[in-house]
């Protein structure tokens, strides 16, 4: 069976920043990609980047370049999200998700999410 | 960047009917690479349908994704009460990706 288990809750101050864990299993980790995506309460769903499992590469949403940064450890098997320079506005959900099965970059697998929560 | 539509806002049906939910893009999707999310209050988005009209594993049949190019469009026949939820249309032929801002189905 395919897991994404994330990292538990963060609280941290603004101008921090936060580090979310994506541990996967159940499958070729090389094989696929993983998206980032987050949710503000009470509002929709946003992209923030992907990373490929198979060499790394990575795309960015323009609003987080610059802040926020994929990477992967392929001996573990675990994607990793940080965010720098935290605002307020940060507080969200925090999702991690595979890719389809067919080889889409669409997320068809997803973590339970993180929330982390910036506040002074 | 590509900008999502849908419509209606909110929707209100009675078990047994048909929704047609629909996602309007500001511009031509590539190799019409749009997706379709069911989210429950409290819970991850659960992928339903991509490609445009593929459906994911486990999705029942009731649901069927149809268009391309800038239309396209979520049914789901014979509503059942466990189908009240948001549903969001996502765009991955073109960087950024990019959801619409979605559809609340409540089932009466």
């Known amino acids: 069976q395919i897991h994404l288990v994330q990292s538990g809750a963060e609280v941290k101050r603004p101008g921090a920043s936060v580090k979310v864990s994506c541990n996967t299993s159940?499958?070729?980790?090389?094989?696929?990609?993983v998206t980032w995506v987050r949710q503000a309460p009470g509002q929709g769903l946003e992209w923030m980047g992907w990373?490929?499992?198979?060499?790394?590469?990575?795309k960015y949403a323009q609003k987080f370049q610059g802040r926020v940064t994929l990477t992967r450890d392929t001996s573990t098997s675990t994607m990793y999200m940080d965010l720098r320079n935290l605002r307020s506005d940060d507080t969200a959900m925090y999702y991690c998700?595979?890719?389809?099965?067919?080889?889409?970059?669409?997320?068809?697998?997803w973590g339970q999410g993180t929330l982390v929560t910036v506040s002074s | 960047e590509i900008v999502l539509t849908q419509s209606p806002g909110i929707l209100s049906l009675s078990p047994g009917e048909r929704a047609t939910l629909s996602c309007r893009a500001s511009q031509r999707i590539a190799n019409n690479f749009l997706a379709w999310f069911q989210q429950r209050p409290g819970q991850a988005p659960r992928l339903l349908i991509f490609?445009?009209?593929r459906r994911a594993t486990g999705t029942p049949d009731r649901f069927t994704g149809s268009g391309s190019g800038t239309d396209f469009t979520l049914t789901i026949s014979r509503l059942e009460p466990e189908d009240s939820a948001v549903y969001y249309c996502?765009?991955?032929?073109?960087?950024?990706?990019?959801f619409g801002q979605g559809t609340k189905l409540e089932i009466k």
């Open positions: 990373i490929s499992g198979y060499n790394g590469d990575t």
């Open positions: 996502q765009q991955y032929g073109d960087s950024p990706w990019t």
């Open positions: 159940g499958y070729t980790f090389t094989n696929y990609g």
């Open positions: 490609g445009p009209s």
């Open positions: 998700a595979r890719g389809a099965d067919n080889g889409d970059y669409v997320g068809e697998y």
